[in-house]
């Protein structure tokens, strides 16, 4: 299956029925979990034909679709959120959402690329850089890669270790000059600036060193390991960085 998602065109139920919660603010987004199940329910075969199930055709404000791949997450906060740095390091870590944020922060402002085609002008992104977690870990000479899972249970990313060194990598925090709220990934999501923007794994709840890269979800799937913007994929858009 190579193809992330379609493009909502054509099935207006599922746009109009989120737009409705959007109103109801908070509660919107409680109720949300189940008007996706429903909608789901509703166009019935269509949601085996998708990969990432309907959740794809909800917009997210902004500009930005919610993604998800699978039909709920649970919800994590400051009281309950971990990150695990482990693999081939000489000391695993273990972080709570207070101690990511008592570390350096890092703001950015870029455009956001997804590979379907939608791209967010000037999104501001807030967190700590990969390199500094890595570093504190302590990166052993055979490894060569790093694996990233989500709390999600089933979303996976990867970047080499060269790629995941680069400044304009982030564990991020902050989005939209916001704290990251649920549906974008948060508490916690990588952001990658420089790629397609299924590299920022959301939901973020492990960081593992490899010694190879090992493909994520969306690459076993068909798309490229190499994300960059406008140089992957045969696409051809404007680089974010
Ligand atoms: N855990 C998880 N992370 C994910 C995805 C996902 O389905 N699950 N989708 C990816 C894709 S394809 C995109 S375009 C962005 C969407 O982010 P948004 O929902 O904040 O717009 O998240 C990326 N990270
Ligand atoms: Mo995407």
């Given amino acids: 299956m190579n193809s992330e998602l379609p493009e909502p065109r054509g099935v207006p139920v599922g746009r109009r029925v989120f737009l409705g919660t959007l109103g109801l603010g908070a509660l919107g987004v409680l109720a949300a979990p189940t008007l996706q199940r429903g909608t789901e329910a509703f166009l019935g075969g269509a949601a085996d034909l998708d990969p990432t199930g309907l959740t794809g055709l909800l917009p997210n404000g902004g500009g930005f679709r919610y993604y998800s ?57 807030e967190g700590v850089r990969l390199s500094q977690l890595l570093d504190a870990a302590g990166v052993r000479s055979s490894a060569g890669a790093v694996h990233f899972t989500c709390f ?10 060269e790629q995941a060194r ?28 420089p790629m397609y923007f299924y590299k ?42």
């Fill in 166 to 193: 680069r400044a304009d990598v982030l564990v991020a925090l902050r989005m939209q000059d916001k704290d990251i709220g649920h549906p974008h990934g948060g508490p916690v999501r990588l952001y990658v600036a």
């Fill in 69 to 125: 791949v699978t039909s709920s997450v649970p919800r994590k906060d400051a009281k309950n959120y971990q990150l695990t740095v482990d693999g081939l390091v000489d000391r695993p870590a273990t972080y709570t959402l207070a101690d990511l944020r008592a570390l350096p922060q890092t703001r950015m402002v870029l455009d956001v690329q997804c590979v379907t085609g939608w791209r967010v002008p000037g999104t501001p992104f």
């Fill in 152 to 161: 999600d249970g089933a979303y996976t990313e990867s970047l080499t270790l």
């Fill in 200 to 241: 920022s794994a959301k939901w973020l709840s492990g960081i593992t060193v490899t010694e190879n890269v090992e493909p994520g979800y969306w690459e076993e799937r068909g798309y490229d390991i190499d994300a960059w913007v406008g140089r992957s994929n045969g696409r051809d858009d404007e680089p974010t960085t």
